[in-house]
């Protein structure tokens, strides 16, 4: 199973990106999906998560009201939807998916990230 995140960038303060995690290998359409994200010098944080069918969705207080995870389980893929982004946004994003919806809990399968740089 491969889970490959994509759509990262160099973007400045106060924009978008729109990060996408896509599912190879075998189905996890019916997995919980996350993000996660690790600057310099700092350990991984939890930034987002949704339950197998979109109907949940789970944030950390910092980008609570900014970003948006949503999910096409026909396409296998999750996204990230980042609005006014700021410099301490800034890290590698990774997605994540577990079997059983536990946001910060333990997950089966990681990706590997995709960079976002946020200059100020």
């Known amino acids: 199973v491969q889970l490959q995140a994509s759509g990262g960038g160099l973007v400045q303060a106060g924009g978008s990106l729109r990060l996408s995690c896509a599912a190879s290998?075998?189905?996890?359409?019916?997995?919980?999906k996350g993000w996660f994200r690790q600057a310099p010098g700092k350990e991984r944080e939890f930034v987002a998560a949704?339950?197998?069918?979109?109907?949940?969705?789970f944030y950390a207080d910092s980008v609570k009201g900014r970003f948006i995870i949503s999910r096409d389980n026909a396409k296998d893929t999750v996204y990230l939807q980042t609005n006014s982004l700021k410099p301490e946004d800034t890290a590698v994003y990774y997605c994540a998916a577990q079997m059983w919806t536990d946001p910060t809990g333990t997950y089966d399968y990681w990706g590997r990230g995709t960079l976002v740089t946020v200059s100020s």
């Open positions: 290998g075998r189905t996890l359409s019916n997995y919980a």
């Open positions: 949704i339950d197998w069918s979109g109907g949940s969705t």
